[in-house]
């Protein structure tokens, strides 16, 4: 696929508004504790509702994670406060690299029986090797499941994290088998970079739809993400989405909503200005 037929298929419906194409990234209540420090009570469907966008990305917790907050089996009940939103992605591969054949099995049955249920993600895939297990899953593996996956229906999709530091990993046969990138920054200084780093990952990786990931919070500091970084982010996502170079923005997400950042107030703020803009 060239890159010029890559936008055309991230180009936006008619009548679609900014808000169609806006996702919030969830975890377990509180699953950040170890990496914030602070107590989070904000539910993945909660997040949702309180930021006002349409369709969810749910990921397990990490083994670290896990004793502050986890996504109990049996799954499929969690999707009952989620059936108001328009779409639905359940993480095979959760935070940390967390993957569980049973779960994994698990998330495939939810995609016969949930309507709104629209991929799979595979979270903190890539181990950041360049050689040895470059990823959580070896390339058949993946694509043993994305078979599974297209063999419930054909317009799921493949959904994976992509780092904008790890751009120059030697993962091209993992990037042919997954349908949408979706784009991370950790760090608001690299921000700057955004436009470059997109250039790169469209070279790297032309088949894949990208989606832009934004954080509220830098985790390495524990604050929030300075609102000039995330207007920039926010704003630049906005410009590629009306170009068709991305299809959607992801917010990280419901354990950061609820503890008073004013990057988390902002971004509230600004889609509420910007939700209803129509793309088309």
């Known amino acids: 696929m060239s890159l010029a037929h890559a936008a055309l298929a991230q180009a936006p419906a008619a009548g679609e508004t900014v808000r169609d194409r806006l996702w919030i990234f969830t975890c377990a209540a509180n699953s950040d504790f170890p990496h914030i420090g602070r107590r989070s009570v904000m539910t993945p469907a909660e997040g949702a509702f309180y930021l006002g966008v349409p369709n969810i990305l749910m990921v397990q917790s990490s083994e670290g994670e896990a004793p502050y907050g986890r996504l109990q089996p049996p799954l499929a009940q969690y999707n009952v406060a989620l059936e108001p939103l328009k779409r639905v992605v359940w993480s095979v591969v959760g935070s940390g690299g967390f993957h569980s054949p049973e779960e994994t099995r698990e998330v495939l049955e939810m995609a016969k029986t949930t309507p709104n249920f629209a991929g799979i993600m595979f979270d903190d895939f890539f181990t950041g090797r360049t050689e040895g297990s470059r990823a959580k899953l070896t390339v058949e593996e993946l694509a043993d499941i994305r078979r599974q996956l297209k063999a419930i229906r054909k317009d799921l999709d493949v959904f994976a994290t992509f780092y ?117």
């Open 164 to 280: 904008t530091s790890r751009i120059d990993l030697p993962v091209r046969d993992y990037l042919d088998l997954i349908d949408v990138l979706t784009i991370w920054t950790g760090d608001p200084e690299q921000l700057a970079n955004l436009e470059a780093n997109l250039k790169k990952i469209e070279a790297v990786a032309p088949k894949a739809r990208k989606m832009l990931g934004c954080y509220v919070v830098h985790y390495g500091k524990k604050q929030g993400t300075p609102l000039a970084a995330m207007k920039h982010q926010c704003e630049t996502g906005l410009r590629w989405l009306k170009e068709g170079r991305i299809e959607g923005i992801i917010f990280l997400g419901n354990t950061t909503l609820d503890l008073g950042y004013e990057s988390v107030k902002w971004t509230r703020q600004w889609i509420q200005e910007v939700g209803d803009t129509r793309l088309k």
